[in-house]
């Protein structure tokens, strides 16, 4: 028997933290950037600063994408407000601010996008973050047309959400896919699988669709895989190659075509 698929408002790509590898991952630029290729939907990570407030950062430490040193939760809101977040990537984008998930929220209900918010606890705050972030979320997006997705490979960060915010639609980021992932899904009440891209067929991705999970993946830049991803049926593909692969402005997935059909 098959079950029916939950609503899934969203389009079948998305930007990866923003436009991927184009501009500095997670910032409003990157965002922008997406944005200027056609992207409609945006991927990106949120962890709390020291005093709880929801920022974008994909690392639990601050080298890499920042001008700022150690642990990204070791500091306030107003000291990661000071920190460059551009400059690593290029001149161009020198001086580029951590964004607060409150600045994205005003800047993609602003211009009518999409938000896919992969909750990325620092490790050690898992069930903190996700409640933390999904109660800004919810305030953040209240009256919006389409809820942000959220997601997390933290399966205590998903349940924290669902603790605070039951109907804001949530999916499982799973890099490998264990024998009971069906089992997880359910148990977190989660509208979707969101997969490495690698660990996906035909055949699982049907598998998903008839026990009523959407399924997206990450990080998909091959322009022929994702046509391929597209064709059997995924009901989004998470990029960096927003240059390559053009935007799909939601539409039927297949898995909906058979819906109708069956
Ligand atoms: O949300 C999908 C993808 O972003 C997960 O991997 O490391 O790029 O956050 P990562
Ligand atoms: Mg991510």
């Known amino acids: 028997m098959t079950t029916a698929l939950p609503r899934w408002p969203y389009p079948r790509t ?24 056609g992207y409609r939907m945006f991927e990106f990570d949120v962890k709390l600063s ?6 974008l950062l994909h690392d639990a430490t601050l080298e890499r994408t920042t001008s700022g040193r150690g642990r990204a ?13 551009g400059s690593w990537h290029s001149p161009a984008y020198a001086g580029e601010p951590i964004p607060t998930l409150a600045a994205v929220a ?6 009518g996008l999409h938000v896919n918010i992969e909750i990325k606890p620092v490790p050690g705050t898992e069930a903190r ?11 953040l997006w209240a009256g919006a047309a389409v809820p942000p997705l959220l997601s997390s490979f933290s399966e205590a960060a998903l349940e924290a959400a669902r603790r605070v ?13 264990p024998a009971d992932w069906l089992d997880r899904l359910a148990r977190l009440g989660c509208v979707a699988l969101d997969a490495n891209h690698r660990e996906l067929d035909r055949n699982v991705i049907e598998a998903a669709h008839r026990a009523g999970y959407r399924v997206a993946c990450y990080t998909v830049n091959d322009p022929d895989r ?25 539409g039927e997935s297949g898995a909906d075509r058979q819906m109708k059909a069956g």
């Open 50 to 55: 020291a005093d709880g407030k929801p920022v």
């Open 165 to 177: 915010a039951p109907d804001l639609p949530r999916a499982l980021l799973l890099d490998k896919l």
């Open 73 to 85: 939760d070791a500091l306030t809101l107003g000291e990661l407000a000071q920190l460059d977040a």
């Open 106 to 111: 005003a800047y993609t209900r602003a211009n």
């Open 226 to 250: 994702a046509a391929a991803l597209l064709e059997w049926g995924v009901d989004a593909v998470i990029t960096d190659a927003v240059d390559l692969i053009a935007p799909q402005h939601g």
């Open 129 to 139: 973050t996700g409640a933390a972030v999904a109660l800004d979320a919810l305030a």
């Open 14 to 37: 998305i930007a990866h933290r923003g436009a991927g590898k184009l501009a500095p991952e997670n910032t409003l630029a990157a965002f922008r950037h997406g944005a200027s290729f």
